[in-house]
Antibody, heavy 117, light 107 residues
Framework: EVQLVESGGGLVQSGGSLRLSCAAS????????MSWVRQAPGKGLEWLAN????????HYVDSVKGRITVSRDNAKNSLHLQLSSLRAEDTAVYYCVKDLLACGDYWGQGTLVTVST | ETVLTQSPATLSLSPGERATLSCRAS??????FAWYQQKPGQAPRLLIY???NRATGIPARFSGSGSGTDFTLTISSLEPEDFAVYYCQQGSNWPRTFGQGTKVEIK
């Protein structure tokens, strides 16, 4: 069974930074692109980034470019997201997503990040 | 950026009725078009990928169609568990983008 479990969310100060992690199991992690998607409270979905199988190619959405770093550790089946210079609009549930043909076939339960101003 | 516009914003239907949800793209999406279902407090669930392929475990009452800039999700006969928010998503052009969602509510 595919499982994606995010961790690292919580309350963070405006201007600070966060590091989220995703523990993957139930599939061959090193063989798949992975992504991060977020959803602000009561709002729609925003695809933030994706990373290829060996981490050599990463794409970021313009709205967070320059503040975001996505990486992976295939030895530990884990995906990471670092986001800096946090703003109120970064408050959201952050999802770890397994890619299938440029969409997300499996999603974690999400981790809530709240940026306090 | 490819903007996806979903219509209608809300669809009020009764169980057993047919639901037709639309998504229009601001530019052509040659492939990699998907639909998701999201219920309150849950992560999105993939329903349809590559425009018309049902994801693993998705019932046959869900079907996707369309190409280019116009795509449709059809639920042939609504079950009680189908009342939720539905999102379209394109993966042909970076950044990947979602529509704003269509809420299917009980009439």
């Amino acid at each position: 069974e595919v499982q994606l479990v995010e961790s690292g969310g919580g309350l963070v100060q405006s201007g600070g930074s966060l590091r989220l992690s995703c523990a993957a199991s139930g599939f061959t992690f090193r063989s798949h692109w992975m992504s991060w998607v977020r959803q602000a409270p009561g709002k729609g979905l925003e695809w933030l980034a994706n990373i290829n199988q060996d981490g050599s190619a990463v794409h970021y959405v313009d709205s967070v470019k320059g503040r975001i770093t996505v990486s992976r550790d295939n030895a530990k089946n884990s995906l990471h997201l670092q986001l800096s210079s946090l703003r109120a609009e970064d408050t959201a549930v952050y999802y770890c997503v397994k890619d299938l043909l440029a969409c997300g076939d499996y999603w974690g339960q999400g981790t809530l990040v709240t940026v306090s101003t | 950026e490819t903007v996806l516009t979903q219509s209608p914003a809300t669809l009020s239907l009764s169980p057993g009725e047919r639901a037709t949800l639309s998504c229009r793209a601001s530019q052509s999406v040659p492939r990699y078009f998907a639909w998701y279902q999201q219920k309150p407090g849950q992560a999105p669930r993939l329903l349809i990928y590559d425009s018309s392929n049902r994801a693993t475990g998705i019932p046959a009452r869900f079907s996707g169609s369309g190409s280019g800039t116009d795509f449709t999700l059809t639920i042939s006969s609504l079950e009680p568990e189908d009342f939720a928010v539905y999102y379209c998503q394109q993966g042909s052009n970076w950044p990947r983008t979602f529509g704003q969602g269509t809420k299917v509510e009980i009439k």
